[in-house]
T-cell receptor, first 116, second 111 residues
């Protein structure tokens, strides 16, 4: 089974702190994604990556950055956390090349971040 | 850009009732379609997917979905729900190299 592991299930940070969310997948997937999930808004794409050292902005990239130094690892960084970034963060991966033949998304357990 | 609409935000059913959850998307080009489910306290997992072929797709746990291209729809159905189907359901569409998600439908099944 594909396993997507997120390093922290629950985090509490203060406004202005730098936050790192780590995600590792064990199925050699090319594609990795970071979403945030908020009630009534569904999942919104923050950033995604189709290859090592490659990143593309999603729909809500402001206030976030990412790093993909190795194929299996995709990190989300909040340079200066704000209260409106309190949310559930979901990492996902998928196989296949970008395009119509992509595989399905496999999700991690999620990281619930509270910014005080 | 693509948008995905799930019109039912919260559905309450009794056990054995039939279920249909609506999903419509905005762009009619080549798309891959998915339904995901999130049980309480668990991660999102795939229920079913459509890439091509028979527009009636069967998934896990007795769920099925029908792709109607002319209506830009991919509705989820189950003939008889169980209490264990209580969860949040998300429709997703893949095109333009991205996955687009609907806002989700919370289903509560009363025993």
């Amino acid at each position: 089974d594909v396993k997507v592991t997120q390093s922290s299930r629950y985090l509490v940070k203060r406004t202005g702190e730098k936050v790192f969310l780590e995600c590792v997948q064990d199925m050699d997937h090319e594609n990795m994604f970071w979403y945030r999930q908020d009630p009534g808004l569904g999942l919104r794409l923050i950033y995604f990556s189709y290859d090592v050292k490659m990143k593309e902005k999603g729909d809500i990239p402001e206030g976030y950055s990412v790093s993909r130094e190795k194929k299996e690892r995709f990190s989300l960084i909040l340079e200066s956390a704000s209260t409106n970034q309190t949310s559930m963060y979901l990492c996902a991966s998928s196989s296949g090349l970008a395009g119509a033949d992509t595989g399905e998304l496999f999700f991690g357990e999620g990281s619930r971040l509270t910014v005080l | 850009a693509q948008s995905v609409s799930q019109h039912n935000h919260h559905v309450i059913l009794s056990e054995a009732a039939s279920l249909e959850l609506g999903c419509n998307y905005s762009y009619g080009g080549t798309v891959n379609l998915f339904w995901y489910v999130q049980y309480p306290g668990q991660h999102l997992q795939l229920l079913l997917k459509y890439f091509s072929g028979d527009p009636l797709v069967k998934g896990i746990k007795g769920f099925e979905a029908e792709f109607i291209k002319s209506k830009f729809s991919f509705n989820l159905r189950k003939p008889s729900v169980q209490w264990s189907d209580t969860a949040e359901y998300f429709c997703a569409v893949y095109n333009f190299n991205k996955f687009y998600f609907g806002s989700g439908t919370k289903l509560n099944v009363k025993p």
